[in-house]
């Protein structure tokens, strides 16, 4: 969907600004991992701030992928080169928050008041400012990308073959049967499979994924996800993997190609791939469902958790005027039609109340069905200890761990609750290791 915003910042991006009159500005850097389209749209957002005023130059510079943005970034903070502004996904929180005990982070909520920037927490959607803040409330990062992960469904192959959509993961299992029988090649898919599989799974059905609720009342962790429900769900996968019901295609949305190709009728993942369906599907019908809820665990959903990445300010650089233009950026990035434009054009949620409330009046979600489902989830009920989200030091580390051990799951060289169990005594040995460099 074409917005405001972006054909602003497609046609601003036809005069950029001269590198003369760039000397004059103050300037920014600000490093961020969104690629392709996203990447697009996210340098769209430098040239329009660039061209409201005179005095800020923000330089949108792409570093790669999450990790490799977070990496980049803390190396350049080691050698004094560090940007104003840097993306980092929610899995790193934990290791920013410990590097703004350090005195490298300067906390958003002291930014805007420092500059005399008007800033309120509670314009933000509660679900996603309180994975974001300190104990006392305060806001540390900037949200900007947020998501959650959503059921993705082919509506044609469900009407061809007279399905109705499932809300329970026995539904999922009984329609992929039917939709393999029929020769849809892969019924069921999904990708970050952490996240989506685990981490959001266990939130869903109101679980704790660690002990400290789930890292948020401080060190000493214990991660929980081989608990007996967490273990069923993943072999009940495994035993779809070995019917033909469920091909893993990958880390992170790595298997997007199953569900654009209609290889899979199903596909959970991140919300935020709703802009590259619209502008890349065009055989079949699709939307997106609440994630299937298993009722052997609960008689409800809790909630889902956020995924996607904050803005960071970095602390170090000498001039005033350079946090003033951040702080001015910032504020811009968080205005209503910003952000209104910004999750209509992708499927990120919007991060403030009033965003989502201009969406509606715009009948956005009343004109694609199916994209407030991600809003609805995040809010469903009001967060419990194990539904908040998760806040573990090297969690970054601690996925790459999960990731291996279900990847032996899905090619059959382990069991679950094999694998499970080796990833919580091998992601206890991380945060073990996280609180020694912490303490």
Same mark, same amino acid.
């Given at each position: 969907?074409?917005?405001?915003?972006?054909?602003?910042?497609?046609? %601003?991006?036809?005069?950029?600004?001269?590198?003369?009159?760039? $000397?004059?500005?103050?300037?920014?850097?600000?490093?961020?991992? =969104?690629?392709?389209?996203?990447?697009?749209?996210?340098?769209?957002?430098?040239?329009?701030?660039?061209?409201? $005023? !005179?005095?800020?130059?923000?330089?949108?510079?792409?570093?790669?992928?999450?990790?490799?943005?977070?990496?980049?970034?803390?190396?350049?903070?080691?050698?004094?080169?560090?940007?104003?502004?840097?993306?980092?996904?929610?899995?790193?929180?934990?290791?920013?928050?410990?590097?703004?005990?350090?005195?490298?982070?300067?906390?958003?909520?002291?930014?805007?008041? !420092?500059?005399?920037?008007?800033?309120?927490?509670?314009?933000?959607?509660?679900? #996603?400012?309180?994975?974001? @803040?300190?104990?006392?409330?305060?806001?540390?990062?900037?949200?900007?990308?947020?998501?959650?992960?959503? =059921?993705?469904?082919?509506? &044609?192959?469900?009407?061809?073959? &007279? %399905?109705?959509?499932?809300?329970?993961?026995?539904?999922?299992?009984?329609?992929?049967?039917?939709?393999? +029988?029929?020769?849809?090649?892969?019924?069921?898919?999904?990708?970050?499979? @952490?996240?989506?599989?685990? +981490?959001?799974?266990?939130?869903?059905?109101?679980?704790?994924?660690?002990?400290?609720?789930?890292?948020?009342?401080?060190?000493?962790?214990?991660?929980?996800? !081989?608990?007996?429900?967490?273990?069923?769900?993943?072999?009940?996968?495994?035993?779809?993997?070995?019917?033909?019901?469920?091909?893993?295609?990958?880390?992170?949305?790595? /298997?997007?190609?199953?569900? #654009?190709?209609?290889?899979?009728?199903?596909?959970?993942? @991140?919300?935020?791939?709703?802009?590259?369906?619209?502008?890349?599907?065009?055989?079949?019908?699709?939307?997106?469902?609440?994630?299937?809820?298993?009722?052997?665990?609960? !008689?409800?959903?809790?909630? /889902?958790?956020?995924?996607?990445?904050?803005?960071?300010?970095?602390?170090?650089?000498?001039?005033?005027?350079?946090?003033?233009?951040?702080?001015?950026?910032?504020?811009?990035?968080?205005?209503?039609?910003?952000?209104?434009?910004?999750?209509?054009?992708?499927?990120?949620?919007?991060?403030?109340?009033?965003?989502?409330?201009? =969406?509606?009046?715009?009948?956005?979600?009343?004109?694609?069905?199916?994209?407030?489902?991600?809003?609805?989830?995040?809010?469903?009920?009001?967060?419990?200890?194990?539904?908040?989200?998760?806040?573990?030091?090297?969690?970054?580390?601690?996925? &790459?761990?999960?990731?291996?051990?279900?990847?032996? #799951?899905?090619?059959?060289?382990?069991?679950?609750?094999?694998?499970?169990?080796?990833?919580?005594?091998?992601?206890?040995?991380?945060?073990?290791?996280?609180? $020694? /460099?912490?303490?």
């Amino acid at each position: 969907m074409q917005t405001k915003t972006i054909l602003a910042a497609a046609l %601003l991006g036809s005069t950029a600004i001269t590198p003369a009159l760039a $000397q004059d500005r103050t300037e920014v850097n600000f490093w961020h991992a =969104m690629g392709g389209q996203l990447g697009e749209r996210t340098d769209a957002f430098a040239t329009e701030f660039n061209a409201t $005023q !005179d005095a800020c130059q923000v330089n949108s510079i792409y570093k790669g992928n999450y990790t490799e943005t977070m990496t980049q970034a803390i190396a350049a903070f080691r050698a004094g080169e560090q940007p104003h502004i840097v993306q980092v996904f929610e899995v790193g929180t934990a290791t920013m928050m410990s590097a703004a005990d350090r005195g490298a982070v300067y906390p958003v909520h002291q930014l805007m008041e !420092d500059q005399g920037i008007a800033f309120d927490e509670a314009d933000y959607l509660p679900g #996603v400012i309180s994975y974001y @803040s300190d104990t006392d409330g305060n806001l540390l990062s900037l949200p900007f990308n947020s998501s959650t992960p959503v =059921m993705w469904v082919n509506l &044609d192959l469900f009407e061809e073959n &007279d %399905l109705e959509v499932p809300t329970t993961w026995d539904g999922v299992v009984e329609a992929s049967r039917v939709l393999k +029988e029929a020769g849809v090649p892969s019924p069921f898919g999904m990708g970050w499979q @952490s996240w989506t599989m685990i +981490e959001n799974f266990s939130a869903w059905h109101d679980l704790p994924i660690g002990t400290e609720q789930n890292g948020f009342a401080g060190l000493g962790t214990e991660l929980t996800i !081989d608990n007996e429900h967490v273990v069923n769900h993943i072999q009940r996968l495994a035993d779809m993997a070995e019917d033909g019901l469920f091909s893993y295609g990958g880390r992170r949305g790595d /298997s997007r190609p199953q569900f #654009v190709n209609g290889e899979a009728a199903m596909w959970i993942n @991140s919300s935020a791939y709703y802009g590259g369906f619209v502008a890349d599907i065009e055989d079949f019908e699709f939307t997106q469902v609440e994630m299937p809820l298993d009722t052997s665990v609960a !008689d409800e959903p809790q909630n /889902s958790i956020i995924g996607g990445a904050t803005l960071w300010v970095l602390q170090g650089h000498e001039d005033d005027a350079e946090y003033a233009c951040t702080a001015q950026f910032l504020d811009f990035l968080s205005g209503t039609e910003q952000q209104a434009d910004w999750a209509q054009a992708t499927g990120y949620v919007p991060i403030t109340l009033a965003a989502a409330e201009l =969406m509606e009046e715009r009948g956005f979600f009343e004109e694609n069905p199916g994209t407030d489902v991600a809003i609805t989830q995040l809010t469903l009920n009001e967060p419990t200890e194990n539904s908040r989200g998760l806040r573990f030091g090297n969690f970054v580390q601690i996925r &790459d761990v999960i990731n291996e051990e279900l990847e032996e #799951v899905w090619s059959g060289e382990k069991t679950a609750e094999e694998a499970l169990d080796a990833a919580v005594e091998r992601g206890n040995e991380l945060l073990r290791r996280f609180e $020694q /460099s912490n303490s």
